[in-house]
């Protein structure tokens, strides 16, 4: 994605839980890009003491996040469904 929170997101993402796979195809695409940029002389903004700097002070160092999808059927229709998600910092999603 372009023009995102940080100018620029890379996403990689499969279904089946092969997380090694996803992480290496998305190091591959990361590659690939700053390769293009290096050739243009431009590079991402790095600092020794902070890592990388983007805009989000949240995405600073590695700028990596990760993230899961977990498909649980009716557990959202539980009474104390919210309750729960709070207490684990959770955020709910793609629920309907």
Not at 2 to 22: C, K, P, S, Y
Not at 30 to 44: A, M, Q, S
Request: charged share 25%.
């Amino acid at each position: 994605w372009v023009n995102e929170e940080d100018h620029l997101r890379v996403i990689a993402m499969e279904q089946g839980g092969n997380m090694r796979e996803v992480f290496r195809r998305f190091c591959v695409g990361l590659k690939r890009i700053e390769e293009i940029f290096k050739k243009h002389n431009h590079g991402f903004m790095w600092n020794e003491h902070l890592g990388y700097v983007l805009t989000c002070p949240s995405n600073l160092g590695t700028g990596l996040r990760g993230g899961v999808h977990v498909k649980l059927p009716k557990l959202s229709t539980h009474a104390k469904f919210d309750e729960i998600l709070g207490r684990l910092r959770l955020q709910k999603r793609g629920t309907g």
